[in-house]
């Protein structure tokens, strides 16, 4: 479905100057790093993939041989109303749950970060609980999680655009504080519902095609959660030319927060690896929002989640991994980030034929 770009004129001051503030990526510089990665000592192109996450992250970085050194991954916690219609096989005091496990670094997540060395940022953007003053967490909150969906909008347009402005705030500190390289996670007890609806309407496809079973639904409870997402599509009538208000109207608080870190992270020329399903649906709607936002991330894996497929390739990206994972928190980000590591090293560490005094092919 082909959708034209949205005006900016309604756009916040801070929206307007971080959109402003994302550049073109050096065409000059992508030449001059593939050079580079075409001497080193193998075959020209063998490493695939990984050559090309490694030009990439070096000409968002704007630099031959970049460094990569410090990884952080943000991950965004929010609750949501529609989870009184019975969308999520798990209770919603899960979410806070959660949150603390991260907070003691018992997730899946923690374990994944540790193995690659990176940092877990845990981010309360719109968690029902009073959390107080437990140490580590990043107090973010713009609501005690969204309205129900399927009854009317899931916020206010200016609900959005705080959650999303909390969100570039968080990248641009840690593009200040020099993290080389980003990823985005999630925490929210049905956050797959509102993540189905922005498919849908982002990408035009038809609810039942990019909805699944999230946390574990049987097939009647799948099929309720189509009804649910229908219905809340029909009732609020989201329209795709109008990103912010899509979030608005179906989308989640840690959505909308992972909208605005991925703008901010791209203004200051830092790198994001994305999640699965729930870090996609705000990839989408930053892409809408500005389309180059695309060569400033990378897709970190193929979430088993039924609609990520048509998000992907939506964004026009292909995902690093395929591994069957569906458990968000910033689990795939974490493996992500470990190949977007492996490439640079490849980059800035192989020798050159020249250096290592190998023969070059002749022909």
């Not at 009538?237 to 899509?246: E, T």
């Amino acid at each position: 479905m082909t959708v034209q770009p949205p005006k900016s004129a309604w756009y916040p001051t801070w929206l307007r100057e971080v959109l402003d503030n994302i550049a073109p990526l050096d065409s000059k510089l992508q030449k001059k790093v593939q050079a580079r990665l075409n001497n080193l000592t193998k075959p020209v192109k063998s490493l695939g993939r990984l050559e090309k996450v490694a030009r990439q992250y070096a000409v968002i970085r704007g630099q031959e041989r970049p460094k990569l050194q410090k990884k952080v991954v943000y991950t965004f916690a929010a609750d949501h109303g529609v989870t009184d219609e019975g969308v999520s096989a798990y209770p919603k005091e899960v979410t806070a749950q959660m949150v603390y496990n991260f907070l003691r670094g018992g997730a899946a997540v923690n374990v994944l970060a540790r193995h690659v060395g990176a940092e877990v940022q845990v981010v309360d953007i719109g968690v029902d609980h009073d959390f107080g003053q437990v140490e580590g967490l990043i107090h973010k909150k713009v609501l005690r999680g969204t309205s129900n969906l399927a009854k009317g909008p899931a916020m206010t347009r200016q609900e959005s655009l705080t959650a999303m402005e909390e969100g570039c705030g968080l990248a641009q500190q840690a593009a200040t504080e020099g993290v080389d390289l980003l990823g985005t996670g999630d925490m929210g007890i049905g956050n797959t519902t509102p993540s189905s609806a922005i498919a849908a309407v982002m990408t035009g496809k038809q609810v039942a095609s990019v909805t699944g079973r999230g946390t574990g639904l049987n097939a009647k409870g799948l099929e309720h959660k189509i009804q649910v997402i229908q219905q809340a599509i029909q009732l609020n009538q989201p329209d795709p030319r109008d990103p912010v208000g899509v979030l608005a109207k179906v989308g989640g608080l840690e959505i909308a927060a992972i909208v605005g870190f991925l703008l901010g992270a791209a203004a200051r020329q830092v790198p994001v690896v994305v999640d699965g399903f729930i870090s996609t649906a705000g990839a989408l709607i930053a892409a809408r929002l500005h389309p180059p936002i695309r060569n400033y991330i990378f897709i970190s894996h193929l979430s088993a989640e039924k609609g990520h497929r048509a998000m992907c390739a939506a964004l026009g990206l292909k995902p690093l991994l395929d591994l069957d994972l569906r458990l968000g928190e910033g689990t795939g980000a974490c493996l992500g980030i470990s190949l977007v590591e492996a490439g640079v090293k490849v980059l800035n560490e192989m020798a050159t034929f020249d250096e290592a005094k190998v023969s070059q092919k002749e022909r």
